[in-house]
T-cell receptor, first 122, second 111 residues
Framework: GAVVSQHPSRVICKSGTSVKIECRSL??????MFWYRQFPKQSLMLMAT?????????EQGVEKDKFLINHASLTLSTLTVTSAHPEDSSFYIC??????????????????FGNGTRLTVT | SQQGEEDPQALSIQEGENATMNCSYK?????LQWYRQNSGRGLVHLIL?????REKHSGRLRVTLDTSKKSSSLLITASRAADTASYFC???????????FGGGTRVLVKP
């Protein structure tokens, strides 16, 4: 089945530094990837939609200059948290759609998720 | 506000019992999906039900969809301790290529 790999799984950084999180689709090409943020015991909040070869689409209230997204290839999207602060500490998860057989259009297919990145900013 | 609202927020049952959780949403959808998340991990897709379907089964899972009431339910039959996880519904909205997740139901299955 489709696999999405996310790295690193955990990162601790000091306030003011930047952190890059990678999301790779291992056995399929993903023109679109999605970045979510999750607080403890809460749901996933969509931050942005990453589009290969073009600018990401950010959800309302998400600072695009703080959360830089680059989707340079059909298998890799990166999220960079710039000038991180303790309030940026969270669980970040990426996902991608795999247009599996039986689905006539990609948006009917399920999402495949990475295992998430636990970011702690001290 | 979230597109999907789930209830209950938490559920504790004995192994062998059934677990039922519900999801309500607000807008028109292409499909509704259920996901499972073990603590500190990513989400795993369980089942997808299209807007023109009313019921779907997959193993011990049964999902219903009532588009007139904008609601869905997930039933896990004969639960096992390994079913302990958080379960999320997600709506694939008719307008836009994105999934919106509900608040989730934390299920604890006691052995």
């Amino acid at each position: 089945g489709a696999v999405v790999s996310q790295h690193p799984s955990r990162v601790i950084c000091k306030s003011g530094t930047s952190v890059k999180i990678e999301c790779r689709s291992l056995d399929f090409q993903a023109t679109t990837m999605f970045w979510y943020r999750q607080f403890p015991k809460q749901s996933l909040m969509l931050m942005a939609t990453s589009n290969e070869g073009s600018k990401a689409t950010y959800e309302q209230g998400v600072e695009k200059d703080k959360f830089l997204i680059n989707h340079a290839s059909l298998t890799l999207s990166t999220l960079t948290v710039t000038s991180a602060h303790p309030e940026d500490s969270s669980f970040y998860i990426c996902s991608a759609r795999d247009p599996a057989p039986g689905f006539s259009f990609s948006y009917n297919s399920p999402l495949h998720f990475g295992n998430g990145t636990r970011l702690t900013v001290t | 506000s979230q597109q999907g609202e789930e209830d209950p927020q938490a559920l504790s049952i004995q192994e062998g019992e059934n677990a039922t959780m519900n999801c309500s949403y607000k807008t028109s959808i292409n499909n509704l999906q259920w996901y499972r998340q073990n603590s500190g991990r990513g989400l795993v897709h369980l089942i997808l039900i299209r807007s023109n379907e009313r019921e779907k089964h997959s193993g011990r899972l049964r999902v219903t969809l009532d588009t007139s009431k904008k609601s869905s339910s997930l039933l896990i039959t004969a639960s096992r301790a390994a079913d302990t996880a958080s379960y999320f519904c997600a709506t694939d909205e008719a307008a836009g290529n994105k999934l919106t997740f509900g608040g989730g139901t934390r299920v604890l299955v006691k052995p």
